[in-house]
């Protein structure tokens, strides 16, 4: 499996960013993804988790702001972000969950990782 993250950039505080993940590989391995982030000098941060069947679940920092989404026929995955402050400001990392027994809070429950996109808010 191999991801690719893209749609970083620099957007002030308010605005809104739109991060793709572009997934190849045997499509059965990516099947439950999820976003997560990084902060300079802070551990790895979950951020939001989609399953296979759609079902999607949100850390409360971003419950409300972001939405993440999927597209099975291209197997991409989005992350929609809006009213940004700037304590997003992080490296934005997708990742594919290592098999659906596992949880989907930590970053060892993941097995693929793409190689991050980078968001800053400017406030």
């Known amino acids: 499996v191999q991801l690719q993250a893209s749609g970083g950039g620099l957007v002030q505080a308010g605005g809104s960013l739109r991060l793709s993940c572009a997934a190849s590989?045997?499509?059965?391995?990516?099947?439950?993804m999820a976003w997560f982030r990084q902060a300079p000098g802070k551990g790895r941060q979950f951020v939001a988790y989609i399953s296979g069947e759609g079902a999607t679940w949100y850390a409360d920092s971003a419950k409300g702001r972001f939405t993440i989404a999927r597209d099975f026929a291209g197997n991409t995955m989005y992350l929609q972000m809006n009213k940004l402050k700037a304590e997003d400001t992080a490296v934005y990392y997708c990742?594919?969950?290592?098999?659906?027994?596992?949880?989907?809070?930590?970053?060892?429950?993941?097995?693929?990782w793409g190689q991050g996109t980078q968001v800053t808010v400017s406030s």
């Open positions: 990742a594919v969950r290592r098999y659906s027994g596992a949880g989907i809070y930590s970053e060892d429950d993941y097995g693929y």
């Open positions: 590989g045997r499509a059965e391995n990516f099947y439950d």
